[in-house]
């Protein structure tokens, strides 16, 4: 049992089961015991993310980011938010990039890397200090409350929100509670602990089939809410992986979509070591463009990483892959780690980029032309 396990048991044995998006939060984002309270580095023996295969990703982004910089007018301060940023591997990545290739953006550009984990913002503070003390970037604990300009933006964030989970029975949605048994966690039908969740389903004309679970994720709409609301003229950019919701709750995925992941391994043991391994669930696009649009959030477009990725870098022909002084072993295997990104069998086909503006209605983007 770890220590958040006992913790966990202890809660439930006083007050009775929780809802499975208080068990899911409490194992991802405890202050001690969470698994994203650890060093960043432990979760390299369960999963990879773009940022970790090749400085293009972060190179692409730079671009796409410098664009919307130019679809704003070149405001004299352009904010650009990351949320999640970990130890600032993407944000190093971005940021080197503008200050050798895009001057003119890199003197407007203000970076905001929000993290919660205090062990990650210790590594932060050491991987972005040149930036740092240059004032170019500054770590946050959350999102700034006021954006005037720029851009909110997040890269495998959405999928670690808590989620309520729930299934289709007799007819009628019930709510999967966690309890426990003295021995282990064990799952409960009760009653919907809040009309939120049917409101979900209703406001995306979805209905489960009879014995169906899904994975219901309220805290994502209010995430993407929230951010509308701070966001005066801008984008937002949303990399993960999912689905628009007439796939997401298809009969492909009658058990819902919610997986633990260890040692590059995924599984449904969602009870096994709480707070040692990730639980993702499938985003949402079709709620993320729905409540977007409550706040005033108009999508420009929903395409694959493939897409996103080859629209920017086709322009000059990747150039951006190769460092100065590389030599041929290098760079082949700089093109090997690009097709991990683009492939549809890598992270290509499997990563989705949704693209909203918020008072910028006639944006023309690169990674956007094919559509």
């Not at 964030?157 to 309890?179: M, S, T, Y």
């Not at 009309?195 to 389903?201: G, H, K, R, V």
Request: hydrophobic share 40%; charged share 20%.
């Amino acid at each position: 049992m770890t220590p958040l396990a006992a913790l966990l048991a202890e809660r439930i044995r006083r007050f009775g089961p929780i809802t499975f998006a208080e068990y899911m939060r409490e194992c991802l984002y405890h202050p001690v015991h969470g698994y994203y309270s650890q060093p960043e580095s432990m979760r390299f023996a369960d999963y990879y993310t773009s940022p970790d295969v090749h400085r293009i990703f972060g190179r692409l982004l730079a671009r796409q980011f410098a664009e919307m910089w130019e679809q704003l007018d070149r405001p004299p301060e352009f904010l650009l938010v990351e949320a999640a940023a970990g130890i600032g591997r993407l944000a190093k990545h971005i940021l080197e990039f503008a200050q050798t290739k895009l001057p003119d953006f890199y003197s407007a550009l203000s970076y905001v890397a929000v993290e919660r984990s205090p062990a990650r913002c210790d590594q932060m503070t050491v991987h972005l200090a040149p930036y740092l003390q240059e004032g170019k970037c500054r770590p946050s604990i959350e999102i700034p409350a006021h954006i005037p300009s720029g851009c909110i933006f997040s890269n495998e964030l959405l999928d670690a929100l808590p989620v309520h989970r729930v299934r289709q029975q007799e007819a009628h949605l019930q709510e999967i509670f966690v309890g426990n048994d003295g021995n282990s966690f064990v799952e409960v039908l009760v009653p919907l602990s809040t009309c939120a969740i049917s409101e979900y389903f209703s406001a995306q004309q979805i209905t489960l089939e009879e014995g169906q679970q899904a994975e219901v994720g309220l805290e994502a709409c209010d995430w993407i809410g929230e951010i509308a609301r701070r966001l005066d003229r801008g984008f937002v950019l949303t990399i993960d992986y999912g689905h628009e919701a007439a796939d997401l709750f298809d009969f492909h995925h009658m058990a819902g979509t919610l997986l633990a992941y260890a040692k590059h391994q995924a599984s449904e043991s969602f009870y096994v070591a709480p707070g040692e391994q990730d639980l993702t669930a499938h985003v949402n696009f079709t709620a993320l463009r729905l409540w977007g649009q409550r706040r005033g959030l108009e999508t420009l477009g929903l395409i694959s990483q493939t897409a996103f990725l080859l629209a920017l870098g086709q322009r000059n022909e990747f150039a951006d892959l190769y460092d100065d002084g590389m030599d041929e072993t290098d760079r082949v295997r700089a093109r090997l780690q690009l097709k991990t990104l683009i492939y549809p069998e890598g992270m290509g086909e499997r990563f989705q980029v949704l693209v909203q503006q918020k008072s910028v209605p006639a944006a023309k983007l690169t990674a956007l032309a094919g559509l």
